[in-house]
């Protein structure tokens, strides 16, 4: 079946850094989702991102389906973004599911 | 608008009792889906509807797992009996079919704790 890779598993960032989160995936999909979960459990939506470059705020993301990876980039960090950062990707042919990524574990520190 | 609800938030129970967890997807969606969370891993999907109709399960457990959805609306995914193993996060989402467009938008999860 399809791979969802993250890169990386873990990132301590000090305040006000920038970041760059990377997902490669191994076959062609129909579309991509960035998800964050905060530390309470929650999923949150932050991109639904097949192709192009999308912007909302410090975050942005930019996915390039005929290399099959999509970049999420996250701007002047803080603490509040701290959580796990998922990319699911939805195969083609599936109407709708998801196959998530392990995710990256981000630490924003004050 | 409200988002998805599940309830109850979080659940103990001993193996071999049965569970049941709840969801109510955002109003006018009718896709529903149930995925399970293991830790340190990214959600799995269980089962998925479109209205009342399970149009994908192959990866539920049916030997313990059942799920159903009767009037397209909320969905209720029960355990019997539960296993050590079925500890996890049980998260629901749904989403809206517009164009082949199919963002999902999901609950707080239930979290299950099986001594």
């Known amino acids: 079946g399809i791979q969802v890779e993250q890169s990386p598993p873990d990132l301590i960032l000090q305040e006000g850094a920038n970041s760059t989160l990377r997902c490669n995936f191994s076959d062609s999909v129909n579309n991509l989702q960035w998800f964050h979960q905060n530390p309470w459990g929650q999923l949150i939506n932050l991109f639904y991102i097949p192709s192009g470059t999308k912007q909302n705020g410090r975050l942005s993301a930019t996915t390039v389906a005929t290399e099959r990876y999509s970049l999420l980039y996250i701007s002047s960090s803080q603490t509040t973004d701290s959580g796990v950062y998922f990319c699911?990707?939805?195969?083609?042919?599936?109407?709708?599911?998801?196959?998530f990524g392990k995710g990256t574990k981000l630490s924003v520190k004050p | 608008e409200a988002g998805v609800v599940q309830s109850p938030r979080y659940k103990i129970i001993e193996k071999k009792q049965p569970v049941a967890f709840w969801c109510n997807p955002i109003s006018g969606h009718n896709t529903l889906y149930w995925y399970r969370q293991n830790l340190g891993q990214g959600p799995e999907l269980l089962i998925r509807y479109e209205n009342e109709e399970a149009v994908d399960d192959s990866q539920l457990p049916k030997d313990r797992f059942s799920a159903e959805r009767l009037k397209g609306v909320d969905s209720t995914l029960k355990i019997q009996p539960a296993e050590l193993g079925d500890s996890a996060v049980y998260l629901c989402a749904s989403s809206l079919e517009a164009g082949a467009v199919y963002e999902q938008y999901f609950g707080p999860g239930t979290r299950l704790t099986v001594t």
């Open positions: 699911a990707v939805e195969i083609i042919g599936s109407q709708g599911n998801l196959i």
